[in-house]
Each structure stands twice: as C-alpha cells, then as structure tokens.
C-alpha cells in the first residue's frame, strides 16, 4: 500500500492500484456529508480520478456509488490447503498492479514485502493471479486477479495457497477490499466469517 498524504484535515490523496490518483477519505458521521460536497467540488479542479470514501451514508444527491467495501474476516483454523507456485521476485509488483486494477479501495503496489510470502495462480503460461500472506501476523491479504479472469472460485484458490503455509490448528485473518458479494461467500464455504465491515463509496471525476 503506498504512503498517502493529506490533502485536507479529513481526507487523504493516494493512488490506485494503477497508479491513478484517487482522494480517499473516512467518513464517521452523516454530518460529515456538507464537508464531502465541498471535497468534491475541489477535487473537479485537481487531476484525480476518483473519490473513494469508507463508512458513513452518502446524501444520493452527490451521486457516489455504493462498492462492496472493506470486510475483514477470520476463521478459526486455515481452510484447506491448496499447493499454488510462488511468483518469481521480480513479476510480484506488476502482477499486482493488473491484478487489482480497478479494484476499490486498493493502493498502488510497493516494493516487495521481504516479511511476506507470495502465492499466484498460472494458467496458460502467464501468471494471472497473486495473493499475499504474512506469516507472524497470521494474516492474508485479499487476492488479486486479473480483471477479465476474475471468478469467486480464482480467489478462494489463492487464499487456500496462501493459507497452506500456516499451521493447521490456529486462526488466521482475511482482509478484503471491494471484494464482490459471491466472492466473500465463496470465502465463508472455506470457514470464514466476517467480523468487520465498512460500506465503501466511489465517485469518479
């Protein structure tokens, strides 16, 4: 995820997965929407291309549109495990930047995670997916695929390959952005639930 800076006290300018810069912004309070209106008239002005909000209800005046948000889910032990091959080193940013692009809510890439371990699916002789793991923090991060292959089945196979790498008898994390609903339920026929939700927003300028 890349380091976002302030752009006014409640929202942040970032990028997206495909380099595009994007306002982001938390809402806590619908009487934060007033303040909302006004970002979006200055962000008409700036060369951004679009305005993701988390939580909070949105006045259908200023015409957001609803995505599926953040969702974190747990289970109590890893779902089956699934052998998946390692992407080389080099190919892990550019995979992830096709694979989440367009994605809501997901950052450009960085540079490789030395503390992380990397899963991807290769089909056809490319590699077409990709899924993070952290092994001390238990922790998997919601799989990219790219955007014309992307199926619920493609993305619980890469969280069964990140998860085979975690011992059997403890729980594990599952962190997800605009995630689409017969995804997440394809990540609760492998056990998990979800323990927090926020609504997410889009508006593209």
Known sequence: MSDPHRFRREAMVSRAADGSPVIVLHLTNPSENTDL?????????????????????IDPALRFVPTAGYVRLEAPVPPAPLLLPAPPSECIRDLQTTCFA??????????RDPASRYVGLHEKGRWIGICQLDLIERWIDGPG?????????????LVRGAAAYLPRNRPVTLETWGESAQTLEAYRALGFEAVERLPGWELRL
Do not use: C, K
């Open 37 to 57: 209106e006004q970002l979006v008239d200055e962000a008409r002005s700036m060369n951004v291309r679009a305005i993701w909000v988390f939580g909070g209800s």
């Open 102 to 111: 367009g994605v809501w809510g997901r950052y450009e890439a960085v540079s």
């Open 145 to 157: 695929v790219h955007p014309t292959l992307r199926t619920p089945n493609r993305s619980a196979q």
